[in-house]
């Protein structure tokens, strides 16, 4: 309610021309909460806003807008206004910008930043994508052992403003291997004489720059830090990755992850951003393969069209025994989907994870059928055969979902596949033609078509 009562008094002083308040308006706001108002607005209103910001908020307000309305700003300021914009901008978020955009859009931009600005960010566009590299800052406060903390404190005055954290220094050798840490709360109360190489932390926690970011976001995670220095193969430290950074890549991965459970294609733009054709370029692949593959229940159907004929009432369970595969399957997909991604499971516990899911279906598929057993004789008034065939017929399908379910998503993420691939569309197909075949062959063993 705060955010829409905001963008609707900047846009009523908008239109009144009323700069000036506007101008105090948004300094007395928080630049996070400027950018969501901003991202609101049209694009000339967005524009207008961004021309009206305070110097010192505009690249702050800049890094929290999203990747089109960047691009948007950027390509109507000038050489010399989207220079100092780049430039003041943190390393890893000018990086993340320049991707989005056209060459010659990035040529532009390169040109009119600093020769250090361009230096940082064609260290950055080195790295692969979604690797540690990629991600991190070069902006760090870098201390020498030798330094005693006057000295130490003296650095951060000197380079802390342009730095992504002061929280934590990095104590490097004469080659710039990381050889310790050092947290601000213990430089501030340490005598100013004390010597960085006898207060700093040498037991540090790193990671390379070509980890996984969300292997990256596993040591986060696991340690609690705020931020964590990337270094090379040498142990030299080259940047630092900070904690808003994992909020957002974890943000990233959750939603590719259910994109693709859902088989949709992921895309790193928001939906209200994306076009109508756009959004069903996404979905087609998916959608297209599934409608092929279930082209194989069609003719599962067809070939038992006789039995179907014989004994017509086996027609109205199919749906019941599809359906439930399905969610059995999907059920255990995604649990077990969730368990590789968190790296509880491991390809090794293949056979403990199978032997449980079977021992779980077990229960589940007796339960169900149980259940279903008492409502085909009460309700549905079938004989005992065909109740017979229905219930055996449950137990058997859940029992398959359950190991479909685990197996699939643990043989992709070994072959190299995002495990979430193999989540309950894909699996709900398969089930498909699985339950119909065991369907019509039990039926053809206890009713003898």
Known sequence: MEEQRDVEVIRELLETKQYTSLRQKIADMNTADIAAVMEEMEEEELLKIFRILPKSMAADVFSYLEVDSQQYIITRLSEREAGNIIDNLMADDATDLLEEMPANVVKKLLASASAETRRDINHLLQYPEDSAGSIMTVEYVDLKESMTVEDAIARIRQVGVDSETINICYVLDSTRKLLGTVALRYLLIS??????????????????????????????????????????????????????????????????????????????????????????????????????????????????????????????????????????????????????????????????????????????????????????????????LVAAVVCLTLVIVVLLAKVVGCVLPILAKKIGFDPAVMASPFITTILDVLSLLVYFQMASVLLGI
């Open 191 to 384: 005598p100013s004489d004390a010597i960085i190489g006898e207060i700093m932390h040498e037991n540090v926690v790193y990671v390379n720059t070509m980890m996984d970011q969300e292997e990256v976001a596993r040591q986060f995670q696991k340690y609690d830090f705020i931020a964590m220095p990337v270094v090379d193969n040498e142990e030299r430290l080259v940047g630092i990755i900070t904690v808003d950074d994992i909020v957002d890549i974890l943000q990233e991965e959750a939603t590719e992850d259910i994109e693709m459970m859902a088989a949709v294609m992921p895309s790193d733009k928001p939906y209200m951003k994306m076009g109508i054709f756009e959004i069903a370029k996404k979905r087609m692949p998916w959608l297209l393969l599934l409608m092929i593959s279930a082209t194989l229940t069609g003719s599962v159907l067809t070939k038992f069209e006789n039995a179907l004929l014989a004994y017509s009432v086996l027609l109205a369970y199919i749906p019941m025994l599809m359906g439930t595969g399905g969610n059995a399957g999907g059920q255990t997909s995604v649990t077990i989907i969730r368990g590789l991604s968190l790296n509880e499971i491991e390809f090794e516990d293949s056979f403990r994870v199978i032997w449980k899911e079977i021992r779980i279906a077990v229960v589940c598929g007796v339960i169900l059928a149980g259940a279903n057993f008492l409502k085909l004789l009460w309700f549905d008034k079938v004989g005992i």
